[in-house]
């Protein structure tokens, strides 16, 4: 995993320190970037959507999910706004919902360009890895239809920082990315789904 403090230091709207707090090392800290980056839109998209159909409840969970995810990387402005949508969520002051919704679904989508460019470097470093045998691409998919199952997180874990070392085909790349997204949500159904195509 490449991991650039200097890089991440140079991200506006996140706290490296702060981030670190609470996800305890470097290799953490990244991962949960790489999460809530990828989810962006989705999430906003959930967000915005809740607010629109008036559904107050739903919108007061995902804005304290949003909440948990900005304080895990550091977006120390986002987390706090959320923390007051969230607050206003429960005590049912959709007026002071209305009146912050806009500015904060704008800052929320500001991450995706504040981001975009350590990610793009990210894959950069990742291009110039080691490309993967077909043989060790196989074993990979094999181990991981044996773990899965049991939701042993640990050893899936273990098999995608592996990967992670290597180039993988574009096919697989685009598998193992959205595979690494539902685990990254705890979604074992719909990983062992990816594991069946």
Known sequence: MNINKIELSKVDGISLMDGLQYCGSLKDFDKFLESFYHDIEENAALIEEAYKQGNIELFTIKVHALKTSARMIGATELASDALDLEMAGKSGN????????????????????????????????????????????????????????????????????????????????????IFKNHFHKLEWEEMQQILMV
């Open 94 to 177: 959709t007026a002071f919902i209305a009146a912050n919704i806009e500015d904060f679904l704008s800052l929320f989508r500001s991450y995706s360009n504040k981001l975009s460019g350590y990610m793009a470097e990210k894959q950069r470093l990742a291009a110039i890895k080691k490309p993967i045998t077909r043989d060790e691409l196989i074993d990979a998919y094999a181990a991981l239809k044996e773990v899965c199952p049991t939701m042993d997180y640990s050893a899936v874990e273990m098999i995608l920082e592996e990967l992670n070392t290597y180039q993988l085909p574009e096919e697989d790349q685009k598998q193992i990315t």
